[in-house]
C-alpha cells in the first residue's frame, strides 16, 4: 500500500472525522469544539466534500486545519453533482480549494461512478493534480468491487493508483463484506467506511423514542426499515449495557476491527453525540467480543454462485 500518512509523516489516526455536519446541524462553535475534541483525542484524518453544506463544511474546516497543515490529512471529494468530466471536476476543485483556503488537499475522492464518462478522462485529471502535487493520493467513493477495479487498471496505466475507498459499511450493512472488502485487501486499499452506527439506528436511541436521520430522512428511513436490523440494533444496545460502555462505542469499534485495513468514519453535530463514537479511538476489542457483535446481524453470503460449496 502507499504509504498513507500525514504530510510529516505519521501514521493515519484509526478513527476518520466527517465533517459533514460542519455548517449544518454543527453551527461554527460546535464545529470548533469537536474538531479540537478529535485532534486531542489523536485524530489526524479530516473527510468533507466540496458540497457538503452547500460549501460550508470546507468553509469551517480550512482555517481550523492550517495552522498545523503538516499535522493533518485532508480528504474531499468532487463529482457528486455535474459527473465526471474533467471540466466539471476542475471547476469543482478549484472551488473546493478556495472553501477550504488551501493550495492542496491530501487525499482526493470521485464522490460516486459515473457511467457517462470514461474512466480514462476522469482518471487522466487526477493523475495530472497528483503529478502537480495538488493531491497527494486518489480515492473513489460509492463504487462497486468491479468498479474500483476498472478505474484500477485504467490508473495502474497512468502510472499512478486507487490507494483509498469509501464505502457503507455497519453492522446492519455488511453488503460490503462480499465483494469490496476483499477487493480492498487484494489490491493494498485503505477503507473509510461511513455510517458505522446506521444513521443512529445503532446507537440505540430510536427505540427509546429519539429522533434523527432515521425519522426525518425518508432515504435513511427506507434503508434502515427492515425490523431485523431494529432487533440487532436493541440487542447491540443490550449488550453494551452488559459491558457498561455505549451502544454506539461497539458499532464503531466493530467496524474498525474488521481484519482489513479500515478506518471508519464518525460525525456528529455535537460534543455530546460525538463522545461514544471517539471512544471507540481506544476500545479494546478481543476476537470474542467481535464474533459475538457479528453474530448479531446476517453475515452476506459469499459471491459465488456456489453457495452449497462455500
Same mark, same amino acid.
Given at each position: 500500500?502507499t504509504?498513507?500518512?500525514?504530510r510529516n509523516?505519521?501514521?493515519?489516526?484509526?478513527?476518520?472525522f466527517?465533517?459533514?455536519?460542519f455548517?449544518?446541524?454543527?453551527?461554527?462553535?460546535?464545529?470548533?469544539?469537536m474538531?479540537?475534541?478529535?485532534?486531542?483525542?489523536?485524530?489526524?484524518?479530516?473527510?468533507t466534500a466540496?458540497?457538503?453544506t452547500?460549501?460550508g463544511?470546507?468553509?469551517?474546516?480550512g482555517?481550523?486545519?492550517a495552522?498545523?497543515r503538516?499535522?493533518?490529512y485532508v480528504?474531499?471529494k468532487?463529482?457528486?453533482q455535474?459527473?465526471?468530466?474533467?471540466a466539471n471536476?476542475?471547476?469543482?476543485f478549484?472551488?473546493s480549494?478556495?472553501?477550504l483556503?488551501l493550495?492542496?488537499v491530501?487525499?482526493?475522492?470521485?464522490?460516486?461512478?459515473?457511467?457517462?464518462?470514461?474512466?480514462?478522462?476522469t482518471?487522466?485529471f487526477?493523475?495530472?493534480l497528483q503529478?502537480?502535487?495538488?493531491?497527494?493520493?486518489?480515492?473513489?467513493?460509492?463504487?462497486a468491487a468491479?468498479?474500483v477495479?476498472?478505474?484500477?487498471?485504467?490508473c495502474t496505466?497512468?502510472?499512478?493508483?486507487?490507494d483509498?475507498?469509501?464505502?457503507?459499511?455497519n453492522?446492519v450493512?455488511r453488503?460490503?463484506?462480499?465483494?469490496?472488502l476483499?477487493?480492498a485487501?487484494?489490491?493494498?486499499i485503505l477503507?473509510?467506511?461511513?455510517?458505522p452506527?446506521?444513521g443512529?439506528?445503532?446507537t440505540g436511541?430510536y427505540?427509546q423514542?429519539g429522533t434523527?436521520?432515521?425519522?426525518?430522512?425518508?432515504?435513511?428511513?427506507a434503508?434502515?426499515?427492515?425490523?431485523?436490523m431494529?432487533d440487532?440494533?436493541? !440487542? =447491540?444496545? @443490550?449488550?453494551? #449495557?452488559? *459491558?457498561?460502555?455505549d $451502544?454506539?462505542?461497539?458499532?464503531?469499534a466493530?467496524v474498525?476491527a474488521?481484519p482489513?485495513?479500515?478506518s471508519?468514519i464518525?460525525s456528529?453535530?455535537?460534543?455530546a453525540?460525538?463522545a461514544?463514537s471517539l471512544?471507540?479511538?481506544s476500545f479494546g476489542m478481543?476476537a !470474542? =467480543?467481535? @464474533?459475538?457483535? #457479528?453474530? *448479531?446481524?446476517?453475515? $452476506?453470503a459469499?459471491?459465488?454462485?456456489?453457495?452449497?460449496?462455500a
Open positions: 500500500m504509504n498513507l500518512t500525514t509523516g505519521a501514521p493515519l489516526s484509526r478513527l476518520t466527517g465533517t459533514m455536519q455548517g449544518g446541524g454543527a453551527d461554527a462553535a460546535a464545529s470548533q469544539a474538531f479540537e475534541t478529535a485532534r486531542a483525542a489523536g485524530i489526524n484524518h479530516f473527510d466540496v458540497g457538503y452547500e460549501g463544511s470546507e468553509t469551517l474546516l482555517p481550523m486545519v495552522p498545523a503538516d499535522d493533518i480528504a474531499t468532487l463529482g457528486y455535474g459527473g465526471s468530466g474533467a471536476l476542475a471547476a469543482q478549484d472551488r480549494r478556495q472553501q483556503g493550495e492542496n491530501d487525499l482526493l475522492y470521485l464522490h460516486r461512478f459515473d457511467d457517462n464518462t470514461p474512466l480514462e478522462e482518471f487522466t487526477m493523475a495530472d503529478a502537480r502535487g495538488l493531491i497527494r493520493h486518489i480515492g473513489v467513493s460509492n463504487y468491479w468498479q477495479m476498472k478505474a484500477q487498471s485504467v496505466a497512468l502510472g499512478t493508483r486507487i483509498v475507498i469509501q464505502p457503507m459499511y453492522l450493512k453488503q460490503a463484506e462480499v465483494e469490496i476483499p477487493m485487501a487484494d489490491q493494498d477503507v473509510c467506511p461511513y455510517s452506527l446506521g443512529g439506528l445503532l436511541k427505540a423514542g434523527g436521520r432515521l425519522t426525518e430522512n425518508k432515504m435513511y428511513a434503508r434502515y426499515a427492515p425490523q431485523w431494529h440487532a440494533a436493541t !440487542a =447491540l444496545a @443490550a449488550l453494551a #449495557t452488559d *459491558l457498561g460502555t $451502544p454506539a462505542t461497539l458499532a464503531v466493530w474498525a474488521n482489513g485495513h479500515v471508519p464518525i456528529a453535530r455535537s460534543l453525540q460525538l461514544p471512544s471507540a479511538e478481543s !470474542a =467480543l467481535y @464474533a459475538q457483535i #457479528t453474530a *448479531l446481524s446476517p453475515t $452476506p459469499p459471491a459465488t454462485d456456489r453457495l452449497e460449496e
